[in-house]
């Protein structure tokens, strides 16, 4: 029942910031899909008998590798695979599910935030028994094997029925087929004042949660509509589809614009949230106000205890580096330390581990804490729901009364896509050449304190990541960030960070973009963004 088929590598299996990305073409080249499977499970140890999770965000290709994939663990001989029903398994309720069941691990199937459909993005990650995205150690030693791969096992079996959930058989393993949603849910519940937002709904509170047709629309129609009592119609576009109805779900203020346009509107809900292909990321915006994701988990974490789940308080906050420092002023009332990562949820994993880290979060709209150990976007939807309902303030009051009391990170990333990968490794590579010529100089009147290229010394293993973004940093603590994205399917995508912090509270209500003129003027100074990528603007501004 089980054969070994030889097979040639491919040389461009190497992980990105999450897991495995190409245009599904690509993925559908012989063997490609397997040659990565069989390479992750060549990089692991000791699963002989062990518990394997599979789930994906419904996108095109996921039930096809899902049959591989449970072909291939039996075959390599796990004792179990646990695949959530249809294929289904939002990223964080994967991570919750490994943990919960002490798994050895999982495979989630997913490219995110990027578009799905026969000519866009699939996606291969796997998650290890702590529930969080392999480390880089093992994604480096998966790639290694993926360089040298000669053949891969796969167990001769009918396709299995993934749409009724229960147990079979199948080669020796044993296949359970589980409701995606009920544990998920139940942690919830287990987090936040489930009756208090019950009441939050039956007193009138107005909501949009908009799943994009991607993988939260099952979790939040359970949680929001059926478990709490939000009216129906509360979520929209709530039916995982395989191309996600032709659009990107990423929920942004591009590609979520018609969200922010109903929140802005003179007839706007009290709340308006949105998650993204994997239910990783959230979007919030209240009525009339946009959240930043990096204002959102220092106001988060400032009022993290009126959550039953976090009412003994939080151990430190963790923040990726181009993430606002927002957070660290939180932090730093709080008395507990902060701590900043690389790019990628990865890097947060040890800290969580170690209860040294209880929330954190990411400035591309991920945002989590230790009940997972991956970014959470329902559970930072839920979080500020529990703190409206307890504080009985607006969204708009609750910000205002942070920057009032905190201050103002201004702050913005701009996103350059598709740019030819030569021109934007050369810009990358004359700007880390100058970094040592750059502290203090003066670029349109301000001057450069340091400039560095990031790199992140593991507190708890010792291990060190470089080359994890070029930060200049000035004067007064403003700073642009560069770095490429790992991500993307196509060409390059230059991510700039700009940040500017203001104190002065008659100053909290600039636009955003007006605020940050002279140093987004001053990035393409120092970068030549311009002149290197042809580009006068960029693509994506958040
Ligand atoms: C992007 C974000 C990063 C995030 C990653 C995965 O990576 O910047 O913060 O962790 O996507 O998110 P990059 O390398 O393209 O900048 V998800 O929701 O796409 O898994
Ligand atoms: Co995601």
């Known amino acids: 029942m089980i054969r070994t088929v030889p097979t040639k590598p491919y040389s461009d299996q190497k992980p ?13 080249q012989e063997h490609y899909a397997e040659n990565f499977i069989q390479s992750i499970f060549d990089a692991l140890d000791g699963f002989k008998g062990k518990t394997l999770v599979i789930g994906g965000d419904g996108r095109f290709y996921n039930r096809e590798v899902i049959q591989k994939a449970i072909a291939m663990a039996a075959a390599n001989g796990f004792g179990k695979v646990m695949v959530g029903q249809g294929g289904i398994l939002s990223t964080p309720a994967a991570s919750h599910v490994i943990r ?48 040298a791969i000669s053949s891969f096992k796969i167990a001769d079996i009918d396709p299995i029925d993934i749409d009724t959930t ?23 519940e287990s987090l936040f004042d489930f009756d208090a937002l019950r009441k939050l709904f039956k007193s009138g509170f107005r909501m949009r949660f908009d799943a994009m047709h991607a993988v939260t629309g099952p979790y939040a129609k359970e949680i929001l509509e059926n478990r709490l009592g939000a009216p129906i119609g509360t979520c929209r576009n709530f039916k995982p589809l395989p191309d996600f109805g032709g659009h990107h779900p990423d929920p942004n203020l591009v ?11 003179p007839d706007a809900p009290d709340f308006g949230a949105a998650s993204d292909g994997d239910g990783d990321r959230n979007l919030i915006i209240g009525k009339g106000i946009f959240v930043t994701p990096s204002d959102s988990v220092a106001m988060l974490a400032a009022n993290a205890r009126l959550a039953p789940g976090y009412k003994g308080g939080l151990k430190g906050i963790a923040r990726s580096m181009p993430t606002s420092g927002a957070a660290d002023r939180v932090a730093e009332k ?12 990865k890097f947060f994993g040890n800290l969580l581990d170690a209860d040294m880290a209880t929330i954190c979060g990411e400035e591309s709209a991920g945002t989590g804490s230790n009940h997972v150990r991956e970014k959470d976007g329902l559970w930072a939807v839920l979080l500020w729901l529990n703190i409206l309902a307890a504080r009985g303030e607006s969204c708009k009051q609750i910000v205002a009364e942070h920057w ?53 010394h593991d507190p708890v293993d010792g291990s060190i990541s470089e080359h994890q973004g070029i930060r200049v940093l000035f004067e007064g603590g403003s700073r642009v960030v560069f770095r490429l994205s790992g991500t993307g399917t196509s060409g390059a995508t230059l991510r700039v960070y700009i940040e500017r912090y203001e104190s002065d509270k008659s100053r909290h209500d600039l636009d955003t973009q007006a605020a940050l003129a002279d140093l987004i003027a001053a990035a393409d100074d120092i970068a030549g963004i311009h002149s290197h990528t042809g580009r006068a603007e960029p693509s994506v501004i958040t």
Do not use: C
């Open 166 to 188: 229960g147990t079979v058989k199948a080669a020796g393993m044993t296949v359970e087929i589980i409701d995606p949603v009920a544990d998920y849910a139940e942690l919830m």
């Open 255 to 265: 590609h979520a614009k018609h969200l922010y346009d109903e929140m802005m509107g």
């Open 100 to 147: 919960k069941y002490k798994t050895f691990g999982g495979i989630i199937l997913s490219a995110s935030h990027n578009p799905g459909g026969p000519h866009e993005d699939f996606g291969i990650k796997y998650n290890a028994g702590n529930g969080g995205p392999a480390p880089e150690k093992l994604t480096d030693a998966t790639f290694e094997k993926t360089r």
């Open 334 to 345: 709080l008395g507990i330390a902060l701590y900043e990562t690389p790019t990628g949820w």
């Open 16 to 28: 990105g910031t999450s897991g495995l990305r190409k245009k599904v073409p690509v993925f559908q």
């Open 404 to 456: 009032a009391t905190y201050g103002r990170n201004y702050y913005s990333r701009h996103d350059y896509e598709e740019v030819e990968s030569d021109r934007a490794t050369a810009l990358v590579d004359e700007l880390r050449a100058k970094l040592g010529a750059l502290p203090g100089a003066s670029v349109r009147g301000m001057t450069i304190a340091s400039a560095d290229d990031f790199a992140y």
